[in-house]
């Protein structure tokens, strides 16, 4: 992987899949600059892994354009696309051992011997598997057999990583730690890629940018940080970070000013404070979290979500205050919602 190839960027010019009366992409417009990594997120049924299988070739789209550099790749096979997938199911051939998985992408585009050779024990190599070539894969770890797909995507040195979910069926500590590792290795290695989870906390940890799909459309895309602190709609306050959202009369007190047509209020679980000058509040809920504690309260007829530090005693007059509130475009009722897992 270690060549002079320039990085190549991906242009996913309104693009649309429609399965019977599902349309799984809409239009959907979308670049990802060379060397990049952009996270596609979405509630289960947006539209991710299609639009990840459409730049894979694994779909043809019904309109629309895909580039990966200067070519046009729209109508090509996943084998002539110069494009790796790395699973969720691993797709590893358990009756083969790990270097003939891995070399496995090699022979389907027709890769000697030889060089088959260098490259499996170079791939394995990068994510920490080097010598074990010879092992049944079937014999590995889930964490290990996740690296094995890794490497057999690296193997066939592809401009463009795709990723879709590959850490769902890993535990919770090897998920941190493996997807740290990917970006490291995504980011040495220059590889432009696109990774799909509906995971919030991953997008937000590995990706350059994150990309929010809703019913096949694309709504929001911005780096990490920039989607969390002004996230242009409700549903995307939601989706990210589980913000609570508030309108009419509420708003006016939370945020201090009357909310124009179609406009609502984030207010971030973190954002909302007790406080004596606040809004009166009735506790529902309180759960101790070890680093923080999560209060649901009950505000003018309003559910809404605090984060506390959890030392934090509930006051006899229980109020809340919103220090910080971020006005958006209010979308939740435009479609079924499904946000917050
Ligand atoms: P998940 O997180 O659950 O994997 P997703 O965001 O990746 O969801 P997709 O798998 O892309 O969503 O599905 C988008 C929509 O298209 C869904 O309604 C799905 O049922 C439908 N769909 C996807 N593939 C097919 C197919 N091969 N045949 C019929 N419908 C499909």
Do not use: C
């Not at 990723?163 to 069926?169: A, I």
């Not at 890629?193 to 694309?218: F, K, M, N, P, W």
């Not at 005693?313 to 479609?335: F, M």
């Amino acid at each position: 992987m270690h060549d002079d190839r320039q990085p190549v960027g991906i242009e996913i010019e309104r693009v649309s899949k429609r399965f019977g009366e599902v349309r799984a992409a809409d239009a959907v417009s979308l670049r990802v600059e060379p060397g990049e990594l952009v996270s596609l997120l979405g509630p289960s049924g947006s539209g991710k892994t299609t639009l990840l299988r459409l730049v894979g070739g694994f779909e043809t789209p019904d309109a629309g354009t895909i580039r990966i550099g200067s070519r046009d790749v729209t109508t090509l096979p996943p084998q002539a696309r110069p494009t790796a997938t790395v699973f969720q199911s691993y797709a590893l051939f358990p009756s083969m051992t790990v270097g003939e998985n891995v070399a496995y992408g090699l022979a389907v585009r027709k890769v000697t011997k030889a060089e088959t050779a260098r490259r499996v024990a170079d791939a394995l190599g990068l994510v920490g598997l080097a010598g074990l070539a010879e092992r049944p894969v079937a014999a590995l770890s889930g964490g290990q057999q996740q690296r094995v797909a890794l490497a057999r995507a690296l193997a066939v040195r592809p401009d463009v990583l795709l990723f879709d979910e590959p850490l769902s069926n890993l535990d919770a500590e090897l998920r941190v730690q493996t997807r740290a590792e990917i970006r490291a290795l995504q980011r040495e290695l220059g590889t432009t890629a696109l990774y799909v989870t509906h995971d919030q906390d991953e997008a937000l940890a590995l990706s350059d940018r994150i990309a929010v799909l809703r019913d096949g459309r694309l709504v929001a895309e911005g780096p990490p940080s920039a989607l969390y602190a002004e996230p242009p709609t409700a549903f995307v306050a939601r989706f990210l970070g589980g913000a609570n959202v508030v309108r009419g009369p509420l708003a006016a007190r939370l945020g201090g000013r009357e909310l124009g047509a179609g406009e609502a209020l984030a207010v971030r679980p973190e954002h909302l404070v007790p406080s004596a000058e606040g809004v009166p509040a009735r506790l529902i809920a309180r759960q101790y979290l070890g680093r923080e504690a999560e209060w649901v309260v009950e505000v003018e007829g309003e559910t809404l979500r605090l984060i506390v530090p959890p030392e934090t005693e509930v006051p006899g007059h229980l109020a809340i205050a919103a220090p910080r509130t971020i006005p958006v475009r209010d979308d939740l009722a435009e479609n079924t919602p499904g946000p917050a897992e």
